[in-house]
């Protein structure tokens, strides 16, 4: 199983809302990533767990929360988002971290009305 | 500061042509150097992987190189089909800290 699997596809929200995005993987990786991409821009890495520690934390907003409860799943949790943060959210999962190759998920097209 | 920059942003070539997309990175201590596909409102499939310390990779009708003296990757397509159409990225990781930074891609169409 080579797969990486990301829910739900797509998520419109108000920006009041709180949502959730899930990421699952079993290939026994150890890195898990999330990504975000603006249309016509490539990926921009948000975080990074590594033995589900959280090792990478670009400067993102407090309105995104992430979290990684074992070692298979990933979550980002949303809350009080803007217009501006609308975009397509990838999660991605390597071996180790960023030393191998990385699998990327289909991502979850996000909506912020 | 560290960038990654792929020229040209588009390419449009006859279906059998060998082709290259290129890519280049300013700070030559990179970790790795990763090539990608996406294909317009998807994720993104992996497609090479090239250690600091190998000169090349090989997947099928796929090469990869890395040069990190000069700063430049080029990844090569042999006999190109119309299935080869989409967006190619390639991405630096700077440290095992895994700090990843991506070029901007090369928009591939392969006209039949």
């Known amino acids: 199983d080579t797969e990486v699997t990301q829910t739900p596809k797509h998520l419109v929200m108000g920006m009041t809302n709180k949502k959730s995005l899930k990421c699952e993987q079993h290939?026994?990786?150890?890195?898990m990533y999330w990504y975000k991409q603006k249309a016509k821009k490539p990926p921009e890495l948000m975080f990074v767990?590594?033995?589900?520690?959280?090792?990478i934390n670009e400067s993102v907003p407090s309105r995104f929360s992430p979290e990684c409860p074992n070692s298979s799943l990933l979550n980002l949790h949303l809350h009080a988002l803007q217009p501006e943060d609308s975009a397509l959210y990838l999660c991605a999962s390597s071996q180790r971290a960023a030393q191998e190759t990385q699998y990327f998920g289909p991502g979850t097209r996000l909506l912020v009305l | 500061k560290q960038e990654v920059t792929q020229i040209p942003a588009a390419l449009s070539v006859p279906e059998g042509e060998n082709l290259v997309l290129n890519c280049s990175f300013t700070?030559?201590?990179?970790?790795?150097l990763q090539w990608f596909r996406q294909d317009p409102g998807k994720g993104l499939t992996s497609l090479l992987l090239?250690?600091?310390?190998?000169r090349e990779q090989t997947s099928g009708r796929l090469n990869a190189s890395l040069d990190k003296s000069s700063g430049r990757s080029t990844l090569y397509i042999a006999a190109s089909q119309p299935g080869d159409s989409a967006t190619y990225l390639c991405?630096?990781?700077?440290?095992?800290?895994?700090?990843?930074?991506f070029g901007s891609g090369t928009r591939l169409s392969i006209r039949p």
């Open positions: 767990y590594s033995y589900e520690k959280l090792s």
């Open positions: 090239i250690q600091s310390s190998q």
């Open positions: 700070d030559s201590a990179i970790y790795n």
């Open positions: 991405a630096g990781t700077y440290s095992s800290a895994s700090k990843i930074i």
């Open positions: 290939m026994g990786h150890r890195a």
